[in-house]
């Protein structure tokens, strides 16, 4: 249950993180110089699906099964 909530949480972050990466890009000038342009499309929403996966893994600890003898 804990994994699928994190794939479910970090598929879903995907959303506002090309969202908040197209603001972005937009609101720089739209540029088309290589660096910047990876940045700003590339790196956003990757560490907007990163963090919704390390914050879906840590917000279902209460799913995860322990077993003790």
């Not at 959303?15 to 660096?35: Q, R």
């Not at 963090?51 to 003898?69: I, R």
Request: one cysteine or more; charged letters at 15%.
């Amino acid at each position: 249950m804990r994994t699928l909530r994190t794939i479910i949480m970090g598929s879903m972050m995907i959303i506002p993180g090309l969202i908040l990466g197209f603001v972005i890009w937009y609101i720089a000038g739209k540029p088309t110089s290589e660096p910047l342009e990876s940045l700003i499309c590339n790196v956003i929403p990757l560490t907007s699906i990163f963090l919704g996966l390390y914050f879906g893994w840590k917000t279902g600890e209460e799913y995860d099964v322990k077993y003790t003898e």
